[in-house]
C-alpha cells in the first residue's frame, strides 16, 4: 500500500464518481477502478459501494478514509518537519560558556538567535572552561565559550575561533582607598587581599596573573577564589578586597562598587568559542550564522576554518 492508494480513495470518497475523480487526480478512470480494486483486496474488505446513484464508502471504508486522512496529514507534517530539522530551525543546542560570556557577547547572540529559531531548544550550562571542554570533547555539549583556546586531550578536533578580547581591571567598594583612582599599578595590588578565579577551573587566567605579579605571588597565593565575575564584584562590594577580572565587568553596573584600570595593562585570554570539527548538525550550523552575522570579525575567522556559510 502507497501514498497515492491513499489519495486515490480520499479523492473517490469526495467526488462519488470513478470518472470524476480520475479527472481530479489527473488519471484515466480505468487505472483508478483497479486501483481501488486492489487496496479492497489487500485490506480485505469492500471499501466502496457502486451504485447507479453514485459511489460511497462503507462502514469499512469510512474506518479505512479516516485512518487514510490521518496518515496523510502525518506525511505531509513529516516531510515539513524534516525541512525544518534541516534548516536548523529545530532540534537541540548544547552550550557551556564562562559566566564572563553573559557580559559579552552571548547576551546579543543568544537573543537573535532565540528570536530566529525558536523551534530551536536551547541548553545552557554555565561551566568553567576545564569542564566544558572536556564535556565539548565527549559529546555531552555542541559548543562552548571558554577563556582561551581548549586544552587536553581532544583538543585538536576541534574548530577554535576568538569571540571576545579583554584585559585586567580592578574592581574595589566604594569606601575603599583605590575607589577614587582611574588606575592602581602591580605594586599596589601586591599589597591588598586579591578576590580571584579558581585556578583549577580557569588555569588560563590564574597564569596571566601569576605572570603579572611576577615572583612575589604571595597575595595571589593568599587570595579569596570566586566562582565567577559577578561573586568577584559582588565581593569586593563588600569590601573583602579588590577584584581582578575582565573590563567587560564595567558593562554591568553594580551599585557600591568602583573600577580601576590595572597598570601596565595586562591582556586576559581571549573569549573562544569551540565546536567539533566534524560536527554538521543543522542546530550548530544555524548558531554558527547567527554568530557570523552578530559578530563579523568572528564570521571571517569561521569561513577561514569552514569556509563562507552558503
Known amino acids: 500500500m502507497e501514498a497515492r492508494h491513499l489519495r486515490y480513495a480520499l479523492a473517490l470518497a469526495e467526488h462519488g ?10 488519471i484515466a478512470q480505468p487505472p483508478l477502478s483497479k486501483q481501488i480494486a486492489d487496496l479492497e483486496r489487500e485490506t ?18 469510512e474506518a479505512f478514509l479516516a485512518r487514510a486522512r490521518r496518515a496523510l496529514d502525518e506525511m505531509a507534517a513529516a516531510t515539513v518537519d524534516a525541512g525544518r530539522a534541516a534548516r536548523g530551525e529545530t532540534g537541540r543546542l548544547r552550550l557551556g560558556f564562562v559566566a564572563s560570556a553573559l557580559l559579552d557577547p552571548l547576551p546579543d ?16 550550562h554555565e561551566m568553567a572552561s576545564r569542564r566544558s571542554t572536556a564535556a565539548l570533547v565527549a559529546g555531552e555539549l555542541d559548543v562552548t565559550v571558554t577563556l582561551g583556546p581548549p586544552r587536553g586531550a581532544g583538543a585538536e578536533r576541534l574548530v577554535s575561533v576568538p569571540v571576545g578580547h579583554d584585559h585586567l581591571i580592578a574592581v574595589v567598594g566604594s569606601a575603599h582607598p583605590y575607589a577614587g583612582q582611574a588606575s592602581v599599578g602591580v605594586d599596589q595590588l601586591r599589597r591588598q587581599q586579591l578576590i580571584v578565579a579558581a585556578g583549577e577551573d580557569e588555569p588560563a587566567v590564574v597564569l596571566g596573573l601569576r605572570t603579572m605579579l611576577g615572583e612575589d605571588v604571595a ?21 573583602i578586597g579588590v577584584g581582578l577580572g575582565p573590563s567587560r565587568m564595567r558593562s554591568v553596573p553594580r551599585p557600591g562598587v568602583r573600577f580601576c584600570e590595572v597598570t601596565p595593562r595586562t591582556a586576559l585570554p581571549d573569549l573562544v ?19 557570523r552575522r552578530n ?4 564570521g571571517a575567522a569561521l569561513d577561514l576554518r569552514l569556509g563562507p556559510a552558503c
Open 295 to 298: 559578530c563579523p570579525d568572528v
Open 109 to 124: 547572540v543568544l537573543g537573535r538567535f532565540g528570536r530566529e529559531r525558536p523551534g530551536v531548544r536551547l541548553e545552557l
Open 219 to 239: 597575595a595571589l597565593d593568599g587570595a579569596t577564589v570566586a566562582r565567577d565575575v559577578h561573586t568577584i564584584m559582588g565581593l569586593a562590594a563588600c569590601g
Open 273 to 291: 568559542l569551540s565546536f567539533a570539527d566534524r560536527d554538521r548538525s543543522p542546530a550548530l550550523g544555524a548558531f554558527l550564522d547567527t554568530v
Open 17 to 26: 464518481h470513478f470518472g470524476r475523480a480520475a479527472r481530479a487526480l489527473g
Open 44 to 61: 480485505g474488505a469492500r471499501l466502496f459501494d457502486r451504485t447507479r446513484q453514485g459511489v460511497f464508502p462503507t462502514p469499512a471504508g
